[in-house]
């Protein structure tokens, strides 16, 4: 019982800590979330990006690339083909 106390004491203390260092926190340059809110921060250098930006671009980036081949397969059915000429 008393070591849970001592544990405790240990936790607000750390607590205090962290509210005082609350500004100076790495955050994701887009949603601002700083890493205690995200999975992890990626920090390339003077900015930094949460996880779940990376996420939500890199479906953004996949749907993009989607609609690319998608154009791309419609264009290459409305060409005529070879074998077409073939009569
Ligand atoms: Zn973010």
């Known amino acids: 019982m008393i070591l849970n106390t001592d544990r405790s ?5 750390g607590m205090s800590m962290f509210s005082y260092s609350l500004t100076n926190l790495p955050r994701c ?3 601002k979330k ?3 809110h ?3 921060l990626i920090s390339g250098g003077e900015i ?3 996880s779940e930006c990376i996420t939500k671009f890199n479906q953004k ?3 993009r690339r989607l609609v690319r081949i998608r ?3 419609m264009e290459d059915l409305q060409k005529p083909t ?3 000429n073939i009569h």
């Open 82 to 84: 070879s074998s077409d």
């Open 9 to 13: 004491n240990i936790a607000l203390g």
């Open 48 to 50: 930094n990006i949460c």
């Open 61 to 63: 980036i996949q749907e």
């Open 38 to 40: 995200v999975r992890y």
């Open 71 to 73: 154009r791309k397969l």
């Open 34 to 36: 700083s890493d205690h």
């Open 29 to 31: 340059a887009v949603c």
